[in-house]
Structures are given as C-alpha cells and as structure tokens.
C-alpha cells in the first residue's frame, strides 16, 4: 500500500492550494481516506483532523477548515484531492493523506488515539502573512 501526496507549496495569506493523494494497493470503496494537518514542531499524535472522504457517507471537515476546504475523490484514478482556499498563516505545517478500513470510519478522524491503518509522507504548506 502507498499513499503518495504531492502539490504542497509557499502562497502567501488568501490564496490556494491543491493537494493530491495518489493511492495504490487499496481502493476507495473500502476504504475512507482522511486529510491531517501536522503543525510546525508538533508531534505526529497531535495532527488535527481536517477532512474525511467516504464512498458511502460522504465527506465531514474539521471545524476549522470548514467552508474554505474541499475534498473530493477521483475513483478512476484512485486519487484524494483536498482544494484548499483561503489559506491562513495556521494552516502552514504538513498535510498527510491516511487511508483506514470501513467506510464508516470517518467518525474515527477526531479521534487523537486513533491511528489511521496508512499514509503517506506528506505534503508541506507554507503560508505567509
């Protein structure tokens, strides 16, 4: 399995992004795949949910990307794009894409115990104000 994200860069406050989640040895209707935020000097355990794609249920966003993020799939490419808008000095940090089985388990994505079954390497953000 590999999750391979790409499309992170430097913008300065108010512009956008797009980030994207190649996905190999796992499919998309079986498996949700969520978008992390890792701020600067943060350990990995305490990223922050920002998003959550879901072939069955749809998508959910973390409360403070709401209404500038959006996630949206490509199953024939098995692909995961987060469109970033708007973008703010605190979303700068690393952004992973992570892959987990069920396609219930977006509710898992604020769970900070809960550890997401693969991801990626990441993709770095910078955003200045």
């Known amino acids: 399995v590999q999750l391979v994200e790409s499309g992170g860069d430097a913008v300065q406050a108010g512009g956008s992004l797009r980030l994207s989640c190649v996905i190999s040895?796992?499919?998309?209707?079986?498996?949700?795949v969520g978008w992390f935020h890792q701020a600067p000097g943060k350990p990995r355990w305490e990223r922050e949910g920002?998003?959550?794609?879901?072939?069955?249920?749809?998508?959910v966003y973390g409360d403070s990307v709401n209404g500038r993020f959006v996630t949206s799939s490509d199953i024939d490419k098995n692909t995961v794009y987060l469109q970033m808008n708007n973008l703010k000095p605190e979303d700068t940090g690393l952004y992973t894409c992570?892959?987990?089985?069920?396609?219930?388990?977006?509710?898992?994505?604020?769970?900070?115990?809960?550890?997401?079954?693969?991801w990626g390497q990441g993709a770095h953000v910078t955003v200045s104000s």
């Open positions: 992570e892959a987990t089985l069920g396609l219930d388990s977006c509710k898992h994505l604020y769970k900070v115990e809960y550890e997401f079954d693969y």
């Open positions: 040895g796992l499919t998309l209707d079986s498996y949700v």
């Open positions: 920002v998003s959550c794609i879901s072939s069955l249920r749809g998508t």
